[in-house]
């Protein structure tokens, strides 16, 4: 198997994971706008979500609808990708997953797929795009991510994941009964714990997990962190990223 996902983590150092870009007034989120606003603003990577259109096109969007953005009613799986476009955003378009890779073409994304319809088509475009080496995939929904996973493994790829929900519920136990061995077993497979500071009410910040983490080899990423000394504390915790709305001010504060 092709193992692609060797330098998704690098370069050495603190790494700022840019929350769908870096948005600002006229420049909304998940727009290329906002992630050449990441970038030049020094953020190591770009963390986005992935819908899926009336057509079968990934998309870079995180709501289910248009409300919030653009004060429509209407769901993005049930619009083409045309329909789409065509509703601009401060000027902006909501761009495709592989309008992104190939306009980024050195970019490296941290892609949550939301949505069932988003798996096949998110999994068609990165292998196309030849995109293994510089994506990680994710999602909230254990079936959702390791269902994206095996599509690309029978592709003979492979590519960096993280934790989904399940699999936080499972260290975080294992970190609280004090089983590294428990621990070591579920983070198999796993790059990263793209993480909150608290789930449930339990804090994620313990020196125990973190601890447990570097021991399995496995990064820890904490999200949405937009403070600064709440940034410095995480890393200076073991945390060796941050998942931030303002990565101007991370790369600010972690450099």
Known sequence: MQND????????????????????????????????????AGATHIETDV?????????????????????????????????????????????????????????????DIKTDGAIEPTVKVI?????????????????????????IREAGANVATSADGKV????????????????????????????PTSFFGVSLTGRRLLSFAKRAGVQVHYWVINDAKEMKYLIDRGAAGIVTDVADLAVAALR
């Open 5 to 40: 996902k060797q330098g998704y983590l690098s370069p050495a150092g603190t790494l700022v994971f840019a929350h769908r870009g870096l948005a600002s007034p006229g420049i909304p989120e998940n727009t290329l706008a906002a992630f050449n606003a990441a970038l030049k």
């Open 51 to 111: 819908q899926v259109t009336k057509d079968g096109v990934a998309v870079l969007f995180h709501d289910d609808d248009l409300k919030r953005v653009a004060g429509r009613a209407s769901k993005v799986e049930d619009l083409t990708l045309s329909e789409l476009q065509s509703i601009k955003l401060s000027g902006q378009f909501i761009p495709s997953l592989e309008e992104a890779l190939v306009a980024l073409p050195l970019a490296r994304f941290n892609l």
């Open 127 to 151: 292998l196309q795009a030849n995109a293994t080496a510089r994506v990680l995939v994710s999602s909230f929904s254990h079936q959702r991510r390791t269902r994206a996973l095996s599509l």
């Open 168 to 195: 936080i519920l499972a260290l975080l136990w294992a970190s609280i009964t004090n089983s590294f061995e428990s621990f070591a077993t579920k983070c198999s497979g796993l790059d990263a714990l793209q993480i």
